[in-house]
């Protein structure tokens, strides 16, 4: 199929990007190569960005990560229209938008370690989809722990996200602004632990 797409995230992943999107139909796609592979480091593609893609879902998908399609060709469109942000482009297309405290993304199947990582793992439930929109009630602040992180002030404990994108890290993202949350890969840190799909910021959008 082909359609166009609008780039809204790009993420470090082991020496290769991540890249996701939104076609102008809605649905969320995550854009790995013909072969099923994530995008190379030093890609072209980038956030804002509109491409006519013409791709393949992939057909081997394991929720939640159910965005998975193979980009078969490309063509840059350009830059997402003058004057629209990402919170219009969502907004004109009825895009979910989770709201308030960190423990209601995801359908609310998040867990968290007493650290305040997130995870899903299949024992508490899975999510039908592995990317989505969040606007914080409060201001999340730099906490810098094996990598750049980002504290959601909690009464419940510790709500520490990290920070995975390519955009420069600031020192506090206010309360109110669009962010871009996803789920990594399933992985277990050893051998015979219970896989997980850890929670990450992707990226934020229109902070000056």
């Known amino acids: 199929m082909k359609e166009t797409v609008i780039i809204l995230s790009?993420?470090?992943?082991?020496?290769?990007?991540?890249i996701g999107g939104l076609t102008l139909g809605g649905r969320y796609v995550r854009l790995l190569d013909q072969n099923g592979f994530n995008q190379p480091e030093d890609t072209d593609l980038e956030?804002?960005?509109?491409?006519?893609?013409?791709?393949?879902?992939?057909?081997?998908a394991t929720p939640p990560h159910v965005e998975d399609v193979f980009v078969l060709k490309r063509i840059q469109k350009g830059q997402l229209?003058?004057?629209?942000?990402?919170?219009?482009?969502?907004?004109?297309?009825?895009?979910?938008?989770?709201?308030?405290?960190?423990?209601?993304?995801?359908?609310?199947?998040?867990?968290?370690t007493s650290s305040g990582s997130g995870y899903i793992d299949k024992k508490g439930g899975i999510p039908d989809h592995s990317v989505g929109f969040w606007l914080s009630d409060r201001n999340l602040v730099r906490r810098d722990y094996k990598g750049v992180r980002y504290q959601y002030p909690s009464t419940q404990g510790y709500r520490n996200i990290k920070f995975k994108g390519f955009q420069e890290p600031v020192e506090e993202i206010?309360?109110?602004?669009?962010?871009?949350?996803?789920?990594?890969?399933?992985?277990?840190?050893?051998?015979?632990?219970?896989?997980?799909?850890?929670?990450?910021l992707s990226g934020w959008y229109d902070l000056d």
């Open 81 to 112: 229209g003058a004057g629209m942000t990402i919170l219009d482009f969502i907004g004109e297309r009825d895009i979910p938008i989770w709201r308030g405290h960190p423990d209601e993304l995801f359908d609310r199947l998040i867990q968290w």
């Open 47 to 60: 956030p804002g960005q509109t491409w006519e893609i013409e791709f393949r879902p992939n057909p081997h």
């Open 10 to 18: 790009k993420t470090h992943m082991k020496g290769c990007s991540c």
């Open 174 to 200: 206010p309360a109110g602004t669009l962010l871009r949350v996803s789920l990594a890969r399933w992985y277990a840190f050893e051998d015979g632990e219970p896989e997980k799909c850890w929670l990450q």
